[in-house]
């Protein structure tokens, strides 16, 4: 693994090191481990240093009296997201929200305004029949509405439900139906890559539930800012801990989508906790990250910023559209100091030699996808100029956070993660036995504040997904190495191991040597069924369609891994089945590819890449063309 190239000048000057001085710890491994050993000391010093603020006291950090998987966090607390997010900081005038749409429309609101905002609309809701712990669904991109909306509904003590802004309407019904949503917020239109996004048949199609539409107010809708208008303001609502306030859905490729539970209590706290010691944010900051509502990272970057005291940008477009200049334009227009991106988005810059410092940038976050070290190493040189770091996080929908972080406060390494502060992580072998310096499972080994409060009626499925493994221990279904000073590297999805001739290797082990070879921009590897070796390896890649290039990947799997690892399909592809964040889906690759269904494409952004993969397949088990277009 490639040595440390970022050392932070001055640590102590970091809200991580801040917070460990402030308790008489020196060093970041006294800090980790004290967290995670006396979690009844760091929660509530973390709540005292992030400015939470409870209603009512709890009566006692956890309660596990009904098992480690069902622990209770802060029981006979009452806190409200909303209040601690909105409404404390109504007299400031400093900006809350700052938002830009493509179609040109731009602006910031305040903290005073938004209370008076989302108060107001909080009000409309209870006034229409909407009670707390009723669910209430969220379909936009992300925008100043988006925004308003959350906290509204979290302010009145109803549950948001937020959906990927890119689904159709059987997705959206699906998960309106499964949540037993009574209202749901959505946009009429709004403007993507320079195309009108009609939703009006995703916001008409769904009966049996108040539609509150941007632009809205026909066909049985109302309008957005009527509604916003209209309403009698109310405080927020008295909420416990462990009340739901938002439930997300997992973007799994088969099945039904899983609904997780998320609370007002310890899902905040952790926000709060990994926004201010992950991404050093502070009052003065602007945080941009490029999601969308429905993804976790919505949610996470909107509360985070706002329970500190800090910004949110959002903007509804695509940031490099009509041209890559369009991030550019964004962070120095709105002084984003905080931008996080995904490694997919930095491969598409570095293909098309992009090469200037985001200036005023002074922390990237990233996530969604294990790196390779060469883009890593792009965007800290290239984008960060050398000075940046960049903070790596890496977690799930399930948890609503991270159990992996490199932050500013320490040395950093290509694509390199940290343990998670308080997240009792580390990597298990198959027997449950802790290793060092070997592919495992990534498990917690102890519950989490922000662990889903089950999966939406469905109980047995929650033991079953996470703890089932291993006795009393969270599997979070990532391939993982770690090593002795607490450092971390991801390989994938646990599920998407490929097992070759009794061997076991992570798909990113492949790809990071990949995406090494001469013309390649990106990569998915899978394992192909295979009659000998049990599975093979195959490789999809985009970029230069040549003999050159497929030979240039044989070399350097065979260089880098050894022959035995050597792929049996090298495939060029126009581009890769991914979801509108870039998160590419290597199961759909696979299942296309071997004629099985791909399963749930809804979060899919082109699902004609997924009819070229199947016909790819087709090819290949004809007589004449074993390896399909492109094969090596």
Same mark, same amino acid.
């Given at each position: 693994m490639a040595d440390f190239v970022y050392s932070p000048a001055n640590p102590e000057n970091t809200n991580l090191m801040k917070f460990a001085k402030k308790h008489g710890i020196s060093g970041i491994s006294e800090l980790y481990n004290r967290a995670d050993a006396d979690p009844d000391w760091f929660w509530p010093a973390v709540i005292e240093d992030v400015g939470i603020s409870f209603f009512s006291q709890y009566a006692a950090v956890r309660d596990s009296s009904r098992g480690i998987p069902w622990t209770l966090w802060f029981p006979g607390g009452q806190i409200n997201i909303t209040y601690n997010c909105v409404e404390r900081h109504k007299d400031?005038?400093?900006?809350?929200?700052?938002?830009?749409?493509?179609?040109?429309?731009?602006?910031?609101?305040?903290?005073?305004?938004?209370?008076?905002?989302?108060?107001?609309?909080?009000?409309?809701?209870? &006034?229409?029949?909407?009670?707390?712990?009723?669910?209430?669904?969220?379909?936009?991109?992300?925008?100043?509405?988006?925004?308003?909306?959350?906290? #509204?509904?979290?302010?009145?003590?109803?549950?948001?439900?937020?959906?990927?802004?890119?689904?159709? @309407?059987? #997705?959206?019904?699906?998960?309106?139906?499964?949540?037993?949503?009574?209202?749901?917020?959505?946009?009429?239109?709004?403007?993507? @890559?320079?195309?009108?996004?009609?939703?009006?048949?995703?916001?008409?199609?769904?009966?049996?539930?108040?539609?509150?539409?941007?632009?809205?107010?026909?066909?049985? &809708?109302?309008?957005?800012? &009527?509604?916003?208008?209209?309403?009698?303001?109310?405080?927020?609502?008295?909420?416990? &801990?462990?009340?739901?306030?938002?439930?997300?859905?997992?973007?799994?490729?088969?099945?039904?989508?899983?609904?997780?539970?998320?609370?007002?209590?310890?899902?905040?706290?952790?926000?709060? @906790?990994?926004?201010?010691?992950?991404?050093?944010?502070?009052?003065?900051?602007?945080?941009?990250?490029?999601?969308?509502?429905?993804?976790?990272?919505?949610?996470?970057?909107?509360?985070?910023?706002?329970?500190?005291?800090g910004s949110i940008f959002v903007y509804d477009g695509a940031v490099d559209y009509p041209d890559e200049n369009r991030l550019w334009d964004l962070v120095s227009r709105n002084g984003v100091t905080i931008l996080g991106l995904s490694p997919t988005l930095v491969r598409s810059y570095r293909s098309k030699n992009i090469s200037r410092p985001l200036s005023g940038i002074r922390v990237f976050g990233s996530t969604g996808e294990p790196w390779d070290d060469d883009s890593w190493m792009w965007l800290f040189r290239e984008l960060g100029g050398s000075r940046v770091p960049i903070a790596n996080i890496s977690g799930g929908t399930d948890i609503i956070g991270c159990f992996l972080a490199s932050t500013p406060a320490i040395p950093l390494k290509p694509r390199c993660l940290f343990r998670g502060l308080g997240m009792h992580t580390s990597v298990f072998d198959a027997d449950g036995k802790e290793v060092t310096g070997k592919v495992g499972y990534l498990v917690s080994r102890d519950h989490c504040p922000s662990m889903t409060r089950g999966i939406w009626q469905q109980p047995e499925k929650y033991l079953e997904t996470y703890w089932s493994m291993f006795p009393n221990t969270w599997v979070q279904g990532d391939w993982a190495e770690k090593d002795e000073n607490g450092y971390y590297f991801l390989f994938g999805r646990s599920d998407d191991v490929i097992k070759t001739s009794g061997k076991r290797l992570g798909p990113n082990e492949v790809e990071n040597v990949v995406m090494e070879a001469h013309g390649v921009v990106e990569s998915a590897v899978v394992g192909i069924p295979d009659p000998v070796k049990g599975e093979a390896v195959a490789v999809f890649y985009t970029g230069e369609d040549t003999d050159q290039t497929r030979k240039s990947i044989m070399e350097a799997i065979k260089n880098g891994l050894g022959r035995s690892f050597s792929p049996k399909f090298i495939i060029w592809l126009p581009q890769l089945p991914k979801t509108r964040n870039g998160k590419i889906m290597r199961r759909v690759v696979k299942r296309a590819f071997i004629g099985e269904d791909p399963g749930d494409l809804s979060n899919i952004e082109d699902t004609a890449i997924v009819d070229y993969i199947r016909e790819v397949g087709i090819i290949r088990d004809r007589p004449d063309g074993e390896n399909g277009p492109g094969g090596d």
């Open positions: 400031s005038i400093d900006p809350a929200v700052k938002y830009e749409t493509e179609g040109g429309r731009n602006g910031s609101v305040s903290y005073r305004e938004l209370d008076r905002m989302t108060g107001k609309l909080a009000g409309f809701l209870r &006034s229409s029949g909407i009670s707390k712990g009723d669910r209430i669904g969220v379909y936009m991109p992300p925008s100043l509405e988006g925004v308003v909306a959350l906290y #509204a509904i979290m302010r009145m003590g109803a549950v948001a439900v937020p959906v990927f802004s890119g689904y159709g @309407k059987e #997705a959206v019904r699906t998960r309106m139906i499964d949540s037993g949503s009574r209202a749901m917020f959505s946009m009429r239109s709004y403007r993507r @890559k320079g195309k009108i996004i009609d939703n009006s048949d995703v916001t008409s199609w769904i009966p049996g539930i108040i539609h509150i539409v941007k632009d809205g107010g026909n066909d049985g &809708s109302l309008d957005f800012w &009527s509604c916003v208008e209209n309403g009698d303001y109310m405080p927020s609502e008295r909420t416990s &801990s462990e009340d739901p306030a938002i439930m997300l859905y997992t973007s799994g490729t088969t099945g039904k989508p899983k609904g997780t539970v998320h609370v007002h209590g310890g899902s905040f706290i952790n926000i709060t @906790k990994e926004v201010k010691y992950y991404m050093d944010m502070g009052p003065g900051d602007t945080l941009f990250w490029i999601s969308d509502l429905g993804w976790m990272m919505g949610p996470w970057s909107i509360i985070g910023s706002n329970a500190l005291s």
